[in-house]
């Protein structure tokens, strides 16, 4: 009969304190990501040499018809909540599509300025 105790194997690690680390890094990025809204309507902007990158945050939508896209509302309405935010930043990125009409776009301009933006980008894709 043998009396002496069955050699012991080591103990495998844990791997329960890297899960834990995942999962607060998961969570970490989540609640710090910030996810880009979809364009309201399909938009080509036009071809031109860039010169840098639009600075402003704030984004009007311009479709080739002329109709207007802010913050999910459409049309007047959409200038009505221009007006408001103007107030905050008076720097606006604009998003048109390039075959938007040359009239309605310096009519949109003028309407832009009376809202109190006092310059206005506009956004190009690279030639």
Same mark, same amino acid.
């Given at each position: =009969?043998?009396? @002496?105790?069955?050699?012991?194997?080591?103990?495998?690690?844990? @791997?329960?304190? =890297?899960?834990?680390?995942?999962? &607060? #890094?998961? @969570?970490?990025?989540? =609640?710090?990501?910030? %996810?880009? $809204?979809?364009?309201?309507?399909?938009?080509?902007?036009?071809?031109?040499? &860039?010169?840098?990158?639009?600075?402003?945050?704030?984004? %009007?939508?311009?479709?080739?018809?002329?109709? #207007?896209?802010?913050?999910? @509302?459409?049309?007047?309405?959409?200038?009505? $909540? #221009?007006?408001?935010?103007?107030? $905050?930043?008076? %720097?606006? $990125?604009? +998003?048109?599509?390039?075959?938007?009409?040359?009239?309605?776009?310096?009519? %949109?301009?003028?309407? &832009?300025?009376?809202?109190?933006?006092? +310059?206005?980008?506009?956004?190009?894709?690279?030639?």
């Amino acid at each position: =009969m043998d009396l @002496i105790d069955p050699p012991r194997r080591p103990r495998a690690e844990s @791997i329960v304190p =890297m899960i834990n680390v995942v999962f &607060l #890094l998961l @969570i970490f990025f989540l =609640m710090t990501s910030r %996810l880009a $809204q979809p364009d309201p309507f399909d938009i080509t902007p036009p071809a031109a040499g &860039l010169e840098g990158k639009p600075e402003a945050e704030v984004t %009007l939508y311009v479709d080739k018809t002329g109709r #207007l896209s802010f913050d999910g @509302i459409e049309g007047e309405a959409a200038l009505a $909540q #221009l007006a408001t935010v103007s107030d $905050q930043q008076a %720097l606006l $990125q604009v +998003r048109a599509d390039a075959e938007l009409e040359a009239a309605k776009a310096a009519d %949109l301009l003028r309407r &832009l300025a009376t809202a109190g933006f006092a +310059r206005v980008e506009l956004v190009v894709s690279p030639k």
